[in-house]
């Protein structure tokens, strides 16, 4: 068992009256236990959450006012990984489960259809499974510089290809949209996790389906896979953003710390939504 103490605190210069949907908190999902977490929202206003059963993705949705918008999130997570054979076999199309198939197809930043060919000439002399699998993590790890400022928020697994250079975000797209094309459902997780070197960020790998489980694989191998406390899992970054702002906003911070241990425990119960609170004022930093 492993546990992480989660703080991210955003903070936005709202120009005008917007809506926002928010993807920050940590994911009800197996071997996984929110045991406390907090959400403090300044000004204070009225939030809607929902969640995703399928993912366990969990969403906050607000109509900020104009002025500045600080959203704090606080959790204290325990993991329970589970260590993963050695040998796993793919799984033929024909006896892909139906709610695992859409992994498979082409989605905005994933275009496996475009990359198919460059796949079979790179993978698809190797036997198929878990073997198959590492090695596209090991191409990308050492084949694409990790740099920060370099690519965009449009910027698509084909494009990370062409130009060699990405961070997270491109490294799993990358990951993504190869295995797809090998016929391997693969699909982005997006979570908080402890890194050796500052700063502190949002972190993305990839997932792929192997012998009827998904298996996280991290091609930047930043941090350990199985200290990934998950936030969002989707198709590609369209489905797992942090935040999906509609409206004239501008992000003025974004602070993220991952610590791992153990702190005084103020609630031993599980968790289901976080206690929304108002803080009195913006932090002073």
């Not at 590492?134 to 965009?152: F, K, L, N």
């Not at 797992?240 to 153990?262: Q, S, Y």
Request: with cysteine; net charge negative; charged share 20%.
């Amino acid at each position: 068992m492993h546990t992480s103490l989660v703080d991210c605190l955003i903070e936005y210069e709202v120009s005008s009256p917007a809506h926002f949907l928010l993807n920050i908190g940590a994911a009800f999902y197996p071997g996984h236990e929110v045991v406390e977490e907090r959400l403090t929202i300044t000004p204070s206003m009225k939030v809607r959450h929902f969640s995703d059963e399928r993912s366990g993705n969990r969403f906050i949705r607000l109509d900020a006012p104009k002025g500045i918008l600080s959203v704090n999130y606080h959790a204290r997570v325990q993991l329970h990984p589970v260590a993963q054979p050695l040998h796993l076999d793919e799984t033929p199309v024909s006896a892909l489960p139906d709610d695992v198939l859409h992994y498979l197809m082409p989605s905005r930043y994933c275009e496996s259809d475009s990359l198919r060919r460059v796949a079979q000439q790179l993978f698809g002399h190797l036997p198929p499974g878990m073997g198959r699998v590492r090695a596209v993590e090991s191409w990308i790890h050492e084949s694409i510089d990790y740099q920060t400022g370099v690519t965009q928020p449009t910027t698509t697994a084909q494009d990370v290809f062409v130009q060699r250079v990405g961070v997270c975000r491109d490294f799993a797209h990358l990951g993504i949209t190869l295995c797809r094309a090998l016929n391997i459902p693969a699909r982005l997780v997006v979570g908080y996790v402890n890194f050796a070197e500052a700063p502190q960020d949002f972190h993305a790998v990839f997932e792929a389906w192997l012998d009827g489980r998904w298996v996280l694989f991290d091609a930047t191998r930043m941090a350990p896979i199985d200290r990934l406390v998950r936030i969002g899992t989707g198709r590609d970054a369209k489905d797992v953003a942090f935040a999906t702002i509609f409206g004239d906003v501008k992000m003025l911070r974004k602070d993220i710390t991952v610590d791992e241990g153990e702190m005084p425990a103020e609630d031993e119960g599980h968790a289901t939504e976080p206690a929304v609170a108002a803080s009195p004022g913006l932090p002073s930093f």
